[in-house]
């Protein structure tokens, strides 16, 4: 008897001590030293390995209840788990980070902004097709809210530029139309953000560009010039240049449309958003009124024309928080405008 | 026993397996047709504001001219709320002011408190291995008008408590044959706990309802219901309630603008309470407005 009272005393305290509170944890995504270099090798590590100056976006891993996981649940969900394990109120009523942004690697080549290449590297993926920049390797750049957005949100970008914690907390306040995110929330968003940080492997390198990066970390090579090498691989921000919708709506962008290509960006890019009111009001889906509906307005100046949704966006209103942001020249090209268009005209008939 | 409970998780399980194939949406755009549910339910943490209106006769004896066509009258008004607490399950509140009444004028209920509930059992599939949506719905209506104690003769004599109440329960079936058409089954049970003399407490309805998409913004919606009554014939003074309208569809806000002979808004009212004819012109303009906002 008193052996069976011991061995369940034993199996309670096991059980309590492996037990642990998810905001007792702080997974915050740990750097270990990279022995040799792989394409799993992380390229933060790696830059500082040869010299770099340490990335400024580390997270504060001596704040409570900062945890990878809250982050990830924040990034995706659009809450996290606060004091006690409970979760938090949502961060926004009308968007998650996900709804505009991916969390893998959208770009088949990290150093340049190509939509079209963009497009044939998400279908391929699987990934939709959207406005915001991927959050995957975000703590990688030091570049947020670039070029155009000071156009959008005015000096609200100010902070945001080079400092990744303003970057998040503006785009829950004022993208999100969501709450402000607390300190630990923000911290627990980049402790996610971490985990899905640039490796080796994301890099476009020939064999030799690798072997020079190979070299400089052991010690024969020239480790600034190493550096410079992998910093051309990335861009250190997203691009951002805003246009305006064709002179002549009637006429379109002065390039010829492929119904094709169109089709891509319909169902990866406006569906994402519009079917079956995911995360809009306006529905849209593959029926003839739909597209009969598109097509009617496409060259009008209603909320209806793609031309003038997708290259001004909508705004939050009151009572109808949920906008549509903006497609820059670098997230959908004229070509692809017209393309899209191409296949509405196709789809009503 | 064993064997009932096993049967019940495998059909559990058989339904979760339907339910991962791809799911036929808005088979109706609102969560109402005219006077009836349809069998939408709100995506979960959705409030709907629903403001619906019945206005008087467009003709007859009261209506016409001298009553703007029945547009300086109103019969019932509705103002309220549902809310989409999952994606499957709504429920709301309204107020109603109460309009049916008796062939021989005496009234149903009035300034009523309705209480709604909404299940979505089933939901159509674009395979066909699910080929209608099914919703059951429930509604609890209670009258707050003041009691009037020394007639005993009239409904609002309320001698119990619960005979201010009147409670409804349908299950309703709909396919969306395509883009562009949709029908639904409503077969129901009304309940009255307190009715006027010689007629019945329970009532058996079935109603059809109809959807027809003209463009992506615009559809013609109908609905009709017939209860299962042989004191409801048009010899005592009871008429079928049925109603034709336009659906506006402009993206989180829904306009319908309807003609239908029923006074009243609520199904514990028009069911048993319809005794206004169409052929006598006692139809009536009405409109809803829908509001979706994310909560």
């Known amino acids: 008897m008193k052996a069976i009272f011991s061995t369940f005393s034993i199996l309670i305290l096991c059980t309590l001590m492996a037990w642990r509170w998810p905001v007792a944890e702080k997974a915050v995504g740990t750097k270990e030293k990279t022995a040799l270099l792989t394409k799993e090798s992380r390229l933060a590590e790696v830059l500082e390995q040869l010299g770099d100056a340490p990335s400024p976006n580390e997270v504060n891993t001596e704040m409570d209840m900062v945890s990878a996981k809250t982050g990830e649940e924040l990034v995706t969900l659009g809450f996290g788990r606060g004091p006690g394990g409970f979760k938090t109120s949502r961060q926004s009523k009308h968007f998650v980070c996900t709804s505009c942004h ?43 809210y670039n070029g155009d957005y000071s156009k959008k949100y005015g000096s609200l970008v100010e ?73 051309e691989k990335y861009l250190a921000g997203s691009p951002a240049t805003f246009v305006t919708p064709p002179a002549d709506r009637k006429e379109g962008y002065p390039m010829v449309g492929n119904a094709e290509n169109g089709k891509l960006i319909y169902e990866l890019s406006c569906l994402h958003c519009h079917e079956d009111g995911r995360y809009a009001f306006y529905r849209l889906d593959d029926s003839r009124f739909s597209f009969k509906h598109l097509d009617k307005h496409f060259s009008r100046y209603t909320r209806y ?45 | 026993m064993l064997k009932s409970i096993l049967s019940l998780l495998l059909l559990t399980g058989f339904s979760f397996a339907l339910y991962s194939q791809e799911k036929i949406s808005q088979t109706f755009k609102d969560t109402r047709v005219i006077n009836s549910h349809s069998v939408e339910t709100l995506p979960k943490r959705k409030l709907d504001v629903r403001i619906s209106h019945r206005f008087g006769d467009f003709a007859g004896d009261n209506g016409g001219y001298k009553t703007f066509f029945g547009l300086e009258n109103a019969t019932d008004i509705l103002f309220g709320v549902d809310y989409g607490v999952t994606d499957r399950f709504t429920i709301g509140l309204h107020r109603t002011k109460g309009a049916g009444s008796m ?89 009255r706990n307190l009715v006027p003399f010689e007629d019945e407490n329970g009532i058996f309805s079935l109603g059809l309802a109809t959807r027809v998409q003209l463009t992506k913004v615009m559809a013609l919606v109908a609905d009709v219901t017939f209860p299962f009554s042989e004191r409801r014939t048009t010899e005592n003074g009871f008429y079928t ?44 303009l009405g409109f809803t407005i829908s509001r979706l906002f994310n909560l």
């Open chain 1, 102 to 144: 991916n969390i893998e690697k959208e770009d088949p080549d990290l150093s340049i902004s190509d939509p079209q290449a963009r497009l044939l590297y998400v279908k391929d993926k699987g990934l939709p097709f959207l406005q915001g920049t991927s959050l995957y390797g975000a703590v990688n750049r030091t570049q947020f």
């Open chain 1, 159 to 231: 902070a945001a530029r080079n400092n990744i914690r303003e970057a998040i907390q503006l785009c829950a306040e004022e993208c999100a139309q969501g709450r402000s995110l607390h300190e630990w929330e923000i911290e627990s968003v980049l402790a996610y953000l971490w985990t899905i940080d640039l490796k080796m492997g994301d890099l476009v390198m020939d064999g030799n560009e690798w072997s020079r990066v190979e070299q400089a970390l052991e010690g024969q090579g020239d480790k600034g010039m190493a550096i410079e090498l992998l910093k």
């Open chain 1, 305 to 349: 024309s793609v031309y003038q949704v997708a290259r001004y966006g909508t705004s939050p209103l009151n009572g109808k928080r949920a906008y549509m942001p903006n497609y820059t020249l670098e997230k959908m090209s004229n070509q692809q405008m017209e393309d899209l268009r191409a296949y509405v005209v196709q789809m009503k008939k």
């Open chain 2, 103 to 191: 062939p021989d004028g005496s009234s149903g209920l009035r300034q009523l408190l309705n209480g709604v509930g909404k299940f979505r059992l089933l939901h159509q599939t674009s395979d066909n291995r699910v080929p209608v949506s099914m919703t059951l719905v429930g509604v609890a209506s209670l009258s707050t008008a003041e009691k009037i104690d020394d007639n005993p003769d009239i409904i609002r004599s309320f001698p119990k408590f619960a005979h201010r109440m009147a409670t409804h329960a349908e299950l309703l079936i709909a396919r969306k044959f395509s883009d562009g058409f949709s029908l639904q089954l409503i077969p129901g049970f009304t309940q």
């Open chain 2, 241 to 284: 309630p049925l109603g034709v309208g336009l659906e506006f569809d402009t993206g989180g806000h829904v306009f319908q603008f309807n003609v239908t002979n029923a006074t009243a808004l609520m199904e514990t009212d028009y069911i048993p309470y319809t005794t206004s004819n169409w052929s006598a012109g006692q139809f009536r």
